[in-house]
């Protein structure tokens, strides 16, 4: 009775989550659409990746048309043609939703958030199908995966909840010995999300190890390089990124000199893009099994953490009021160790129905399903209430206060004033800008650190 419970109640989620997705949900253009969605209207009129002037045109009534002036986005290939930065292979398994939507007269603004539902719900059928035995098994992966902060993804136009599932059956498969079908699994999650590639490795190495394969695991390695093939084809690099006119990109480059202990601190307890704040106790459960079942997977999970970092912008990608997408990473490896771990009890029993309650009142603060994206520019209520209260508190990376204070995301460092009812709180302050700080707050607080002049910029509160 319980198992059959456990099905209804996840076939009721899907049919809503379709039919909120396609008759109510709006989707805001935010993310990468301008290429993931982009790349369907080119392949759907002459089946290549060009971006040609008709194809722009077509896209540039539907999303804006700076879209396409953007250096980030579609650039210049070794033939003189635009082609997609990001790679394609999720914009191919979105072309046939798309032609649905077409066909039925919908609004194919929606072809990515279809294309996520689809491919979530067909990995949680497939996990509570073949890997979870008990009916406590179905339901508490249930709540886990619908109650964490995947779903504020569901609606954003970009891959994430393409990587993360795969990544999600992928852990599953090899925890039941499916080596190969893991490593494959994880070798597609890294073609949207590069990071993922220490994950990808660890895979094959397991995979070659338990089962003495070359011939496949030479496969795993060339399917690792496609992307990177596609780079060098169609830009002559290996990857674009190192050739972008972007700011942060031109001051700080992509490598490990932005990798920090404090940006990894960050990841998980930021107070705005923290994972800990949108998933506490899927947290402190699952990093509790992780940690005292299996070493090498919290060291992959910190070695991924840190490649993340790679990235000059490895701040950016909350969906609204959420976590980074530069952790999220984390949580299909949490929620399978949870499920797998948390036997049924009284305690555990009461345990799930506070993961439940605390994790509907954190989906509220961003809309559940249908995230504010532009909250991704605003400080969240935690860091409001430390910011008016406590300020000195709460000084993280720059680029995180900046951008949430000014509200806006221009790409390049800048000044910040945070402000409590017209009064000075706390400031980010580049060295030749304490002019604005005076002329703004009236004055420069005591312990305005001179000391730190061959820094870009400085922290002060008031």
Not at 8 to 16: A, E, N
Not at 269 to 294: E, H, K
């Amino acid at each position: 009775m319980v198992n059959k419970l456990a099905w209804l109640i996840y076939l009721g989620i899907t049919i809503f989550l379709f039919w909120f997705i396609i008759f109510q949900a709006k989707i805001e253009p935010a993310g990468d659409i301008a290429e993931y969605f982009g790349i369907t209207e080119s392949l759907i009129n002459h089946q290549s990746l060009e971006l040609t002037t008709k194809d722009q045109k077509n896209l540039s009534q539907s999303l804006h048309p700076d879209y396409f002036q953007d250096p980030g986005y579609y650039i210049e290939g070794v033939n003189r043609k635009k082609y997609p930065v990001h790679f394609v292979f999720y914009s191919v398994l979105a072309v046939p939703v798309r032609l649905g939507l077409r066909f039925f007269r919908l609004d194919q603004l929606k072809t990515l958030a279809v294309t996520n539902l689809i491919i979530f719900s067909l990995i949680i059928f497939l996990v509570m199908r073949f890997f979870l035995k008990s009916s406590w098994q179905k339901i508490l992966f249930l709540a886990l995966i619908y109650l964490s902060p995947l779903v504020f993804f569901l609606t954003w136009p970009g891959p994430d909840i393409f990587y993360l599932s795969l990544l999600l059956l992928a852990v599953y498969l090899f925890y039941s010995h499916k080596y190969f079908l893991s490593a494959l699994l994880v070798v597609l999650a890294s073609w949207h999300s590069q990071p993922l590639i220490a994950l990808a490795g660890s895979s094959i190495l397991v995979f070659f190890i338990k089962k003495r394969n070359l011939p496949r695991t030479l496969f795993l390695v060339f399917l690792i390089a496609i992307p990177y093939i596609y780079n060098y084809l169609a830009f002559g690099v290996l990857t674009p990124w190192t050739i972008f006119a972007d700011g942060w990109t031109t001051l700080h480059g992509f490598g490990l000199q932005n990798v920090s202990l404090k940006k990894l601190y960050e990841q998980l307890f930021d107070l705005n893009i923290g994972l800990f704040w949108y998933a506490p106790l899927i947290s402190l459960a699952g990093f509790y099994y992780v940690t005292r079942r299996s070493f090498w997977i919290s060291l992959l999970i910190l070695l991924t953490a840190l490649i993340y970092q790679t990235n000059p912008a490895w701040h950016y990608g909350t969906a609204g009021f959420g976590p980074t997408r530069h952790i999220l990473f984390v949580l299909p490896i949490l929620i399978f160790f949870i499920t797998r771990n948390l036997k049924f009890n009284f305690t555990n029993f009461n345990l799930v129905g506070l993961i439940i309650t605390s994790q509907l009142f954190v989906l509220s603060s961003n809309g559940f399903i249908s995230p504010n994206f532009q909250n991704s520019l605003r400080q969240n209520a935690l860091a409001t209430f430390v910011l008016d209260n406590y300020p000195k508190f709460y000084q993280p990376t720059p680029e995180i206060f900046v951008d949430r204070t000014n509200q806006t995301d221009l790409k390049y460092p800048t000044s910040a004033i945070y402000k409590k009812a017209g009064f000075c709180q706390k400031a980010y302050v580049l060295k030749q800008d304490a002019g604005k700080l005076i002329s703004e707050c009236g004055f420069l607080p005591v312990d305005w650190l001179w000391v730190q002049a061959d820094r870009e910029g400085y922290y002060v509160d008031f």
